[in-house]
Structure formats: structure tokens, C-alpha cells
């Protein structure tokens, strides 16, 4: 309970300074001047702020390539209105649920110190709480993301994707990046799937999985990759807005990245769903 958004986000300064890396944190207001009404929207039912964090390494010589990596950044998630509830419902390790924004920083650090040559390299973590409040988001309100697209929150516990949303669209417009690495405990259906070892693994281009995959071996790392079901798509429609934040339970890991591939737009991209080994 003492790692808050801002507790995070102070961490991400000690490693901006340790390996000399650039770094902004965008405030709640920054961030609504900025659209960023799908993350907000979960951020608004929690008495810690939210914080944007983005570090920055650029290398000493020319820029050849930009990439960026996406941790997902909730501090603790109680599930919202949809509130985790029940066996097995996990709420008191949802602590545990900014493994994705450890990982970026992480990478941070380890891309700082070790300063490779002809490649900017960005890490954004959308940091914030899922509380339950008077003011928190309710199932069937209608957010709107970065890039314009409306989301209808058929389920507050399903709030990670709409986080990253807002994190991705800044990653591909703002930072520019050719490619995009998403990391997030994102769904309970991806441990149904492959169990406590397993990544799942989507993405949009077929040699980002494969380097992916080589990485993951190489650090002894698990990964399976898994389809961008095309014909799953349809569960994603909502009469309401552009897009539900959930589709249907059987193929939910498979919905939650074709979801976020709303969110990227030319860049080549990549999703890890590590809430199995995380």
C-alpha cells in the first residue's frame, strides 16, 4: 500500500537519474488537456492522482529507429464496480498488477546503462488506482480515448486495456515510435489458457513476434504466441460507442489485444499478457 502512483512515479525519476535518461510526468490535468479520457476515466475513482510517466533514452550519435515499450501501471485494482469479489477473485495481490510497469522501467534502466548505439527508446507507464467511489466510472459509461475512438465500460474490472489505450496512442503519435511493446497482467482468461509460465503473445507483424520470442529465450523467458483472431473482432461492437472494453469470456485474452490494436496506429507492435508469470 505504499506504492501509489506517485511512489511509482518517484521510482521512475531514481532510475532516470541513475542511467541518465530523460523524464516527464503528466499530471492529471496535462493528461485531460492531452484527451487521455480512457485512462482518466479509471483513474477518477481513486484518491491517489494519477501519473503519466515517460522516460526518454536517446543515444549520443544519429537516431535510426524509435521504439517504445508500454508497462501497464495500476498500483491496485479493485475491480471497479465490477468489484473483484469470491474465490479465486485474487483482490488482495492486485498490488501486483503494475508488473508490467516494473518491467518497463526495469528495461529503462537496462537500456540506460547500457546505451545502445542508433536507437531512442521511450517507456510510458499510465500509472493510477481502480477504486470504488462516488466519482469512479460506472458500467456503461462512455470514455473516450486519445485518438478520438469512444469506449462503452461494459466492465470496470476489464479497466488495464483502457489504461494502455491512452499509453499506446502516446507511444505512436507523440513519441513516433516504428516499433511498440505492450507489457500488462491484462487478463485472468490468458492463465486460463497457458497457466503461471506462459506469456501470451499477439502481435501485429510476424518478425516483431519472432524477435520477441528470441529475446524471451534468450532470458529464459516463456512465450507462446497466440492469433489476432479477426472473426473475434465482431464481439468488440457496441451500439453505443466505437468499441466495448470487453468481448466474450471463452477468447477474452484474444479480445483484450485485438482492443488495444485500436490503439496503434502504423507502427509494428507487439502484446505480452503476463498475468500468468508476472
Not at 537516431?63 to 485474487?90: C, E, I, Q, R
Request: hydrophobic share 45%.
Amino acid at each position: 500500500n505504499t506504492l501509489t502512483p506517485a511512489a511509482l512515479a518517484d521510482v521512475a525519476r531514481d532510475v532516470a537519474r541513475e542511467a541518465a535518461l530523460d523524464i516527464e510526468v503528466l499530471e492529471r490535468d496535462e493528461c485531460a488537456r492531452r484527451g487521455m479520457g480512457a485512462y482518466l476515466g479509471v483513474a477518477q475513482g481513486a484518491k491517489e492522482p494519477p501519473k503519466f510517466i515517460h522516460l526518454t533514452y536517446r543515444p549520443a550519435g544519429p537516431v535510426h529507429k524509435k521504439v517504445a515499450v508500454v508497462g501497464k501501471g495500476l498500483t491496485f485494482d479493485s475491480g471497479g464496480y465490477n468489484l473483484k469479489t469470491g474465490p479465486g477473485s485474487m483482490i488482495e495481490l492486485m498490488k501486483f498488477d503494475m508488473g508490467g510497469a516494473a518491467a518497463a522501467l526495469g528495461a529503462a534502466r537496462a537500456i540506460g546503462l547500457l546505451k545502445p548505439a542508433g536507437v531512442e527508446a521511450h517507456f510510458i507507464v499510465a500509472a493510477c488506482e481502480n477504486m470504488v467511489s462516488a466519482e469512479a466510472v460506472r458500467p456503461g459509461d462512455i470514455v473516450r480515448a486519445s485518438n478520438g475512438k469512444t469506449v462503452e465500460v461494459i466492465n470496470t474490472d476489464a479497466e488495464g486495456r483502457l489504461t494502455l489505450a491512452d499509453a499506446l496512442v502516446f507511444a505512436d503519435r507523440t513519441c513516433g515510435a516504428e516499433a511498440i511493446v505492450d507489457v500488462a497482467t491484462l487478463t485472468g482468461a490468458c492463465v486460463a489458457s497457458l497457466g503461471d509460465d506462459y506469456a501470451g503473445l499477439w502481435a501485429s507483424t510476424q518478425p516483431l513476434a519472432d524477435q520477441v520470442k528470441a529475446s524471451a529465450a534468450a532470458a529464459g523467458e516463456r512465450v507462446w504466441q497466440l492469433p489476432l483472431a479477426e472473426e473475434y473482432e465482431e464481439l468488440l461492437q457496441s451500439k453505443a460507442a466505437d468499441l466495448r472494453n470487453i468481448g466474450a469470456k471463452p477468447p477474452g485474452a484474444v479480445t483484450a489485444a485485438l482492443f488495444l490494436r485500436h490503439f496503434v496506429g502504423g507502427a509494428a507492435w507487439a502484446h505480452l499478457d503476463v498475468a500468468g508469470p508476472v
